[in-house]
C-alpha cells in the first residue's frame, strides 16, 4: 500500500503575474524549484491565503532569481497579482517509507527570493 505525503511546499509566495492568454500552468522562479525540489512539468496544488480558492496545475521553470509567480491561462482568474499562495506537491510512498519521510519546504520573503538559511 502507498499513501500520499506533502514532498515539497513554498509557503506564502507572492503572486508576481497572471496571464489569461497563456495555455495553462504556473511559472516558478527556478532557483524556488530547485530549493523546494520541484520539477518542470511537475503538478503542483496551490491554495489562494487571499480568496481561499484551490487548484491544480503544473510547473513551468522561469528565469533564475527572477521572483517570479505566474499563473497562467485559466489559473490565472483564480489569482490577482500581489495574491499570497501556497504552492505544494505530494508523493506516493509505502507506509514505512512516509514514517521517515520529510518533505522540503521554504520560506521565500515578500520579492520571493529564499532567506538565507534555506
Same mark, same amino acid.
Given at each position: 500500500m %502507498?499513501?500520499?505525503v506533502l514532498k515539497s511546499k513554498i509557503h506564502c509566495a507572492t503572486? %508576481?503575474?497572471a496571464n489569461l492568454h497563456y495555455m495553462g500552468s504556473i511559472t516558478i522562479d527556478e532557483a524556488l524549484m530547485e530549493a523546494a525540489g520541484l520539477i518542470a512539468g511537475e503538478r503542483v496544488y496551490i491554495t489562494n491565503n487571499m480568496n481561499g480558492e484551490r487548484f491544480d496545475t503544473y510547473i513551468i521553470k522561469g528565469? +533564475?532569481?527572477s521572483g517570479c509567480i505566474c499563473l497562467n491561462g485559466a489559473a490565472a482568474r483564480k489569482v490577482q497579482v500581489g495574491d499570497v499562495v501556497?504552492?505544494?506537491s505530494y508523493a506516493q510512498v509505502?507506509?514505512?517509507e512516509a +514514517? %521517515?519521510?520529510e518533505p522540503r519546504i521554504i520560506f521565500p520573503d515578500e520579492h520571493n527570493h529564499l532567506l538565507q538559511d534555506q
Open positions: %502507498t499513501i500520499e503572486v %508576481t503575474e528565469p +533564475r532569481y501556497i504552492i505544494m509505502t507506509l514505512d +514514517r %521517515t519521510f
